[in-house]
């Protein structure tokens, strides 16, 4: 069975300030690992993906998220972060034995403040 | 930018009754996916769907549930008769394959109320 945490239903952040969202996972054969952001009223989209290769891996709107095999994290960051990033951010994981199905976290809401 | 898309925003019905969601998922992706998301729970995957069969299923996706692709382009969940723990939002989502580079793409979601 594969699963996804996400440990905090709140994340708040200073305009300026680094971000991070953290997640973890739990899968028994290699993970794929998804970052996807829902803003009010909109479908979850797409941000980025850890397949495989490089551990740092860069998505859109300059997020960004390190997988880290040990810890069986992929937590999201961002340098700077800006008010318009403020929305509800999801984990997700496939199994790449275990079919197309992805499982998620519960969701991080973050909050960025001016 | 191509999206997924879902008809209607919101469904209300009554228990028991019948109700089919609709989506349209982007066109050159070939396969098909319904998520649901209770409210203040996770997102839980139901089915995946591909040449014109259902491929993976949770366990939540019992006789109630049905899918079907019944034309080139549109994707559809029926719930036969609806039970006031089936309020949600669906997910509709789409991927150009199964591979392991693929990323799944969301619509905005159906929420259905069941009165």
């Known amino acids: 069975a594969q699963s996804v945490a996400q440990p905090e239903d709140q994340v708040n952040v200073a305009e300026g300030n680094p971000l991070t969202v953290k997640c973890t996972y739990s899968v028994s054969g290699n993970p794929y690992l998804f970052w996807y952001v829902q803003y009010p009223n909109r479908g979850l989209q797409f941000l980025l993906k850890y397949i495989t290769g490089d551990n740092l891996v860069k998505g859109s709107y300059g997020f960004e998220a390190e997988f880290n095999k040990s810890q069986t994290s992929f937590h999201l960051k961002k340098p700077s972060a800006l008010v318009s990033d403020s929305a509800l951010y999801f984990c997700?994981?496939?199994?790449?034995?275990?079919?197309?199905?992805?499982?998620f976290g519960g969701g991080t809401r973050l909050m960025v403040k001016p | 930018e191509p999206e997924v898309t879902q008809t209607p925003s919101h469904q209300v019905t009554q228990m028991g009754q019948e109700v089919i969601l609709r989506c349209v998922p982007i066109?050159?992706?070939?396969?098909f996916y319904w998520y649901r998301q209770i409210l203040g729970q996770k997102v839980e995957f139901l089915v995946s769907?591909?040449?014109?069969?259902?491929?993976?299923k949770s366990e939540i996706f019992d006789d109630q549930f049905s899918v079907e692709r019944p034309d080139g382009s549109n994707f559809t969940l029926k719930i036969r008769s609806t039970k006031l723990e089936d309020s949600a939002m669906y997910f509709c989502?789409?991927?150009?394959?199964?591979?392991?580079?693929?990323?799944?793409?969301f619509g905005p979601g159906t929420r259905l109320t069941v009165l």
């Open positions: 997700a994981v496939r199994d790449a034995k275990a079919g197309n199905m992805l499982t």
């Open positions: 769907f591909y040449n014109n069969e259902i491929s993976e």
């Open positions: 989502a789409s991927s150009a394959d199964r591979g392991e580079y693929n990323e799944q793409f």
């Open positions: 066109s050159n992706h070939l396969y």
